[in-house]
Each structure stands twice: as C-alpha cells, then as structure tokens.
C-alpha cells in the first residue's frame, strides 16, 4: 500500500462512504447496541457510550496510516454503520474487509451496496492487490448471500471462529469480482 494514503469518500446512487467523525459517536452507539457483546464481541462498544466514543477515536487516529480504515456509510445523510479494510498479507497484498450495519437498513440492500462499492475501490485503488477475504458468522445466512452474491467463495470453516459458534472464510480474487450496480 502506498506511503501517501488518505481515507477515501466513495459515493454510490444512494450512499456516502467516507471517513468517519469524532461527532458520529451518538450514531455509532445506536447501531452499536444492536448487538450484543456476548454474541458479537465489544469491539463496537455495545452499551457503553465512552466505548463507542473509544472506538471513533482509535478510528480516527489511524487515518492517514494504512493499511486499513473504517469507512462510516450514510443514507440519505443519516450514519446507518460502517465498513472497513485491512490488509492480512503483505506479499502478495490481500486484504480483509468487514461491515455493520443497523438493523433498520436490514433487506434495503445497503450492505450489498457499500460492501460492492468497497470492493471497486480497492481493486482501483491499489493495482496489485490480487485477493480480498471476509469473514461470517456461519449462523449469519444473509452475510453469506451478501458475500456469495459479490463473487465471494467459501474457502473454509472456521471452528469457534465467532464469539457465538463458527465462523466462515470467503475470498474474492480480482478476476471474479461482479460487479454491483451502484
């Protein structure tokens, strides 16, 4: 990745991607406490806002400083969640990529969306990343359609891999990437 990096903002037909605020603390605490820490672990505060306000300034201290970022996604200027990046591999580059979102953008195909217009920008931006990856609650059936109907290929199981059971390894290889429309 390169040494000159800033987050980017990416805009879809319906959504604004771009670097989160240190004011998104209050929008990041509602999506945050849809779920909970013992089920999906505390990395986005659960119900503890000074966590939440933890995790926006973590965020926002790591810009400018790749290899990863977490991207805030608004629709229709309100903050419904995130996706975010970071690299895995150095040689070859791979990276993992991840989203959250609120329960109230859940079948508006908001995931599919940011996650696609994540994806494009990725390929775009850095020409020799070969290989993307994510990961999935093996009970999350709407994840796995996300991720199938991107291109993703289910290439294992991880055993205990999720705070609530297993989870499961997709890759996306440039070549099979499909294209969303935005």
Partial sequence: ??????????RTRRLVIR???????????????????AQFGGWL?????????RYIADTVSRYGRPPRADLAVTLEGALVGGVGWRQVWVAPL???????????VAGKHVATEAVGALLDHLYTRFAELQRIEARVRAADPAGIRL????????????????????????????????????
Avoid: I, N
């Avoid at 990745?1 to 990416?10: D, F, G, R």
């Avoid at 791979?94 to 109230?104: A, R, T």
């Fill in 1 to 10: 990745m390169q040494p000159s990096w800033a987050p980017p903002t990416l």
């Fill in 19 to 37: 670097p989160f605020r240190v004011d998104d603390v209050e929008a990041v605490h509602a999506y945050a406490q849809a779920f909970p820490t």
């Fill in 45 to 53: 505060g659960g119900d503890d806002p000074s966590e939440a306000a």
């Fill in 94 to 104: 791979q990276v993992e990529v991840g989203w959250v979102l609120h329960p109230q």
């Fill in 147 to 182: 991720l199938e109907g991107l291109g993703f290929v289910q290439e294992g199981r991880l055993r205990h891999g999720a705070a609530d059971g297993d989870g499961l390894l997709f890759g996306l290889l440039r070549a099979e990437r499909v294209a969303v429309p935005a």
